[in-house]
């Protein structure tokens, strides 16, 4: 049976980079959120425009629901529909960890929200990338900022603890790979969880 899996996790953790090489390993369709759609890369641009710099919380929050609502459709169901696994760069539980944890947004109304955007779809499994706090600070310094990544360091401090308590209340979904390793161990931890979890 096909899986949907998701790599989730703060800035900097490596989540596109493993999402790739899973993807390849499995011959599964990569995809992302946000994005990972012709209209959903437009959306993207309005999210992580640093010039946008008055986006109300709940309309930021909506219009990420928007691109998930739209990727699930025309990506992420008609690929599982064809016996294809789907291996996504971030799901909805970013949603919860950056508008919830990190934005302060009711977290059951952002459940709900998307619980309805999503239609019940959750990922079967998500991986959740961690990466001490020089990591991810040195991995920044090495990139032009977006909007995101530019919200500060007491925000995404948030972030990642969300991260964290969501894996540790759902053990049965998640599993944490510490990812402040060599790249081909991640990768092999990330293929094992993956054999273990959902059996591809």
Same mark, same amino acid.
């Given at each position: 049976?096909?899986?949907?899996? *998701?790599?989730?996790? !703060?800035?900097?953790?490596?989540?596109?980079?493993? *999402?790739?090489?899973? !993807?390849g390993r499995l011959d599964a369709v990569l995809t992302q959120e946000t994005g990972g759609t012709p209209i959903g890369a437009r959306l993207r641009a309005i999210l992580h425009d640093v010039d946008v710099t008055d986006l109300d919380d709940r309309a930021e929050a909506l219009i990420i629901a928007a691109d998930r609502a739209q990727h699930l459709t025309t990506v992420v169901e008609p690929a599982l529909a064809a016996g294809r696994h789907v291996v996504s760069d971030r799901s909805v539980y970013s949603t919860l960890a950056y508008q919830g944890y990190g934005r302060g947004l009711d977290l059951d109304e952002l459940r709900h929200l998307n619980e309805w955007a999503i239609r019940g779809r959750w990922p079967d499994l998500v991986l959740l990338l961690t990466v001490a706090p020089e990591t991810t600070a040195r991995r920044m310094g090495q990139r032009e900022l977006d909007r995101f990544e530019r919200a500060g360091t007491e925000f995404h401090a948030r972030v990642d603890a969300g991260f964290r308590e969501m894996a540790a209340a759902d053990p049965d979904r998640w599993v944490h790979i510490d990812a402040d390793r060599p790249i081909d161990v991640v990768a092999a931890a990330i293929r094992e969880a993956v054999r273990e979890r959902v059996g591809v």
């Open positions: 049976m096909p899986a949907y899996i *998701a790599l989730e996790g !703060a800035e900097g953790c490596g989540k596109s980079t493993h *999402a790739q090489r899973l !993807a």
